[in-house]
């Protein structure tokens, strides 16, 4: 994805949050209580999913409610104590690699794919001549594995991932069971760059039950109309911002003649649903327009990518509030800071200076986040799932909330007036459920919001569009995750239910 249409999607971001209202935080008990139904939002709002437990009324660090502006700020019951250190404030401030050791041999997108059903007679050369793949190893690893087509139809659902570097990416079949009478899913991918090939075989079809809905592109866009009755509560969000996404690189007119397939799993009878993908399809012909989908990832957070490996997961990580404008984002440290702030010679009142010169190199030192500046009370939103690690003043970020995800990975949320009603430590939070509201708590100059993401506790820069974070790209061994998750896509559409 190039920069130009990067930021310009990053924009559209800015607006999300007018789509998320936050009740008031009322008064709360200070021990921990059963938990409460979801605040009234109005409709084209983005319901904050219910957490657990109750909040608990205290100052802040200074004393006050919310220092010189006066609302209360409810803090969550401290029962699990104070976070590691590290998930505070690094003792190191060093900066996270930008890439990890398995994404180093990673294909950068866009890649080819494509999906579809090769209709074969005969064994694995004919199946991959259908396909059009010439791969003496996978060859050889279809033909160990006994891959077949339907002996009625001759039709092999598949989902292929190319590369112009390393040609076969990932590659999922859906074959029939020469043992049993079923059919079976077979995944294939490199997990390094030309190196074997490795699979795997599971259930088909999947046990996940598909929900398919077709939308108009404003009721997506804005959560009004079948969007705002048919879209689950806690899902709002997450369809909204995609959807702005897919629509933002493309003209009015292509626009206007499309609609919206958004397609939701549920694993178990009454479970909440999970948003597996959104697509902007022609309504004529039923072409694909542009698609996120989401991958699982087990030892990172999932994400949603476009067939061809493009991530869309910068769009939330760096839009945890509907900002006015960026005031200040990572700075140097140390030599850096110090040639940044380098006193002009013989100027007046060096003592003056020198103190003035000592506060810069410390205060951009530390400032390992971006600041949004917004008015007081604007919406806090966690950018992904995860769960309450820490929620209370601390220090010069005064009202202060840790979110902890998968991976490692932490997000910072400082400098609130206020938190969310019965956000406790400990709790689940959804992606764009509401956290608090932006204020000037701590040391701050104004209303602002300060936002930090670490890894094990060092910082890493998300608007830094050059480093290629295995937070939101995908690695080789990702690869095959989202081959699968094309066909069970394309599964759900065929069936429509």
């Known amino acids: 994805m190039t920069r130009k249409r990067w930021v310009g999607i990053l924009s559209l971001c800015a607006g999300l949050s007018l789509l998320v209202v936050m009740a008031a935080a009322p008064a709360a008990p200070k021990t921990p209580g059963k938990p409460a139904p979801a605040p009234a939002v109005s409709h084209k709002a983005a319901n904050p999913a219910p957490s657990r437990g109750k909040a608990a009324a205290a100052p802040n660090k200074t004393g006050k409610r919310n220092g010189k502006h006066g609302a209360d700020a409810a803090v969550p019951h401290p029962s699990k104590g104070p976070p590691p250190t590290w998930s505070i404030r690094p003792a190191s401030g060093t900066r996270a690699a930008a890439s990890d050791e398995e994404y180093t041999d990673a294909d950068p997108p866009p890649w080819n794919a494509r999906w579809g059903c090769a209709f074969t007679s005969g064994g694995a050369s004919s199946l991959l001549a259908a396909i059009g793949i010439t791969d003496e190893s996978l060859k050889a690893v279809l033909v160990g594995d006994g891959v077949e087509g339907d002996p009625g139809t001759g039709c092999v659902p598949y989902a292929l991932l190319t590369s112009e570097e ?36 599971d259930v088909w079809p999947p046990a996940a039950k598909f929900h398919f809905m077709s939308l108009d592109p404003d009721d997506a866009m804005w959560n009004t109309g079948d969007a705002e009755r048919l879209v689950a509560p806690d899902l709002t969000y997450s369809v909204v911002s995609l959807t702005r996404a897919l629509v933002q690189p493309l003209e009015a007119a292509v626009v206007a003649a499309s609609e919206v397939h958004v397609v939701t799993e549920t694993d ?38 476009a067939a061809n490996g493009e991530s869309y997961e910068p769009l939330f990580w760096v839009s945890p509030v509907n900002f006015t404008y960026v005031s200040r984002g990572i700075r140097a440290t140390g030599p850096a800071a110090a040639r940044a702030a380098s006193v002009p010679s ?28 917004a008015p007081v009370g604007t919406p806090v939103v966690a950018v992904a799932e995860g769960s ?46 509401v956290l608090g509201k932006v204020g000037s708590t701590g040391l701050s100059t104004g209303p ?6 670490r890894h094990e506790g060092s910082y890493i820069d998300p608007l830094d569009l050059a480093q290629p974070y295995s937070l ?26």
């Open 166 to 201: 390393s040609g076969l990416l990932a590659i999922a079949l859906v074959s029939h069971d020469s043992v049993g009478s079923g059919q079976r899913l077979h995944i294939y991918n490199r997990e390094r760059a030309r190196g074997p090939i490795t699979g795997r075989t």
């Open 268 to 305: 178990a009878e009454g479970a909440e649903p999970h948003l597996v993908s959104v697509e902007l399809v022609d309504r004529a012909s039923g072409r694909p327009l542009g698609q996120a989908l989401w991958v699982d990832r087990p030892d990172l957070p999932g994400g949603f990518y």
């Open 448 to 453: 602002h919001l300060h936002f930090e993401i």
């Open 388 to 433: 309450v690690l820490f929620a209370g003043p601390f220090s010069g970020y005064g009202n202060l909330i840790i979110i902890q995800h998968s991976g490692g990975y932490t997000t910072h949320y400082g400098h609130l007036s206020a938190y969310a009603p019965n956000l406790t430590v400990g709790s689940h939070v959804e992606r764009g459920q």
């Open 346 to 373: 013989g100027a007046k009142k060096p003592k003056s200076r020198k103190r003035q010169l000592a506060q810069r190199i410390r205060h951009d030192a530390l400032h390992i986040g971006i600041d949004y500046v």
């Open 472 to 497: 939101w790209s995908l690695r080789p061994a990702d690869y095959g995750a989202l081959a699968r998750r094309i066909l069970e896509n394309t599964l759900a559409r065929e069936t429509r239910h």
